[in-house]
T-cell receptor, first 117, second 116 residues
Framework: AQKITQTQPGMFVQEKEAVTLDCTYDTSDPSYGLFWYKQPSSGEMIFLIYQGSYDQQNATEGRYSLNFQKARKSANLVISASQLGDSAMYFCAMRPLRGGATNKLIFGTGTLLAVQP | SQTIHQWPATLVQPVGSPLSLECTVEGTSNPNLYWYRQAAGRGLQLLFYSVGIGQISSEVPQNLSASRPQDRQFILSSKKLLLSDSGFYLC???????????????FGPGTRLTVL
């Protein structure tokens, strides 16, 4: 069975500092993709960053980077230089990359990040 | 560019009443479509997905049903709402065909449903 675990229900960070949001996963699929989404209070889900299980390098997108440790089955999101607008719920998600068209995502329970001025 | 619409944005319905939520996608053909539910303070639970017109797969047994009458239209329905149906409903789409390495899902703005 596939599962995503986010153990931090809530996090605080000071503006301009970096913060790491934890994500561990469990899967028997040999190849998979890992995603992070941001959900502001408005409710929309915003795609942030993607990491493939066979990617050699950790993914980066602007201030977002993914600390991917395959042996530990972890895919932590690092946000550098936090901004007040980063306050939101953050979800880690996974899907297998095996053949098939469904592209179903499995989500964690999320981490609520509050950036303090 | 592709856009995804959902309506209504908010809905308050009495227990036992019917439900119809609509999702439409523009700017793409034959997308995979998904309905998720998010309970308050919780993660997203996949309810239904569709890889084509009339093709619906249900992920969890429940009081809801889904239909895809047109290529880019996805409808979530119920004949009689329960209190437990309250939540935030999100529609999403992704490109069709074999899932490529990336192929992220794009989400609509959501519908907040309160059943009283």
């Amino acid at each position: 069975a596939q599962k995503i675990t986010q153990t931090q229900p809530g996090m605080f960070v000071q503006e301009k500092e970096a913060v790491t949001l934890d994500c561990t996963y469990d899967t028997s699929d040999p190849s998979y993709g890992l995603f992070w989404y941001k959900q502001p209070s408005s409710g929309e889900m915003i795609f942030l960053i993607y990491q493939g299980s066979y990617d050699q390098q950790n993914a980066t997108e602007g201030r977002y980077s993914l600390n991917f440790q395959k042996a530990r089955k972890s895919a932590n999101l690092v946000i550098s230089a936090s901004q007040l607008g980063d306050s939101a719920m953050y979800f880690c998600a996974m899907r297998p990359l095996r053949g098939g068209a469904t592209n179903k995502l499995i989500f964690g329970t999320g981490t609520l990040l509050a950036v303090q001025p | 560019s592709q856009t995804i619409h959902q309506w209504p944005a908010t809905l308050v319905q009495p227990v036992g009443s019917p439900l119809s939520l609509e999702c439409t996608v523009e700017g793409t053909s034959n997308p995979n479509l998904y309905w998720y539910r998010q309970a308050a303070g919780r993660g997203l639970q996949l309810l239904f997905y569709s890889v084509g017109i009339g093709q619906i797969s249900s992920e969890v047994p429940q009081n809801l049903s889904a239909s895809r009458p047109q290529d880019r239209q996805f409808i979530l329905s119920s004949k009689k709402l329960l209190l437990s149906d309250s939540g935030f409903y999100l529609c999403a789409w992704s490109a069709s065909g074999r899932a490529g390495p990336y192929n992220e899902q794009f989400f609509g703005p959501g519908t907040r449903l309160t059943v009283l």
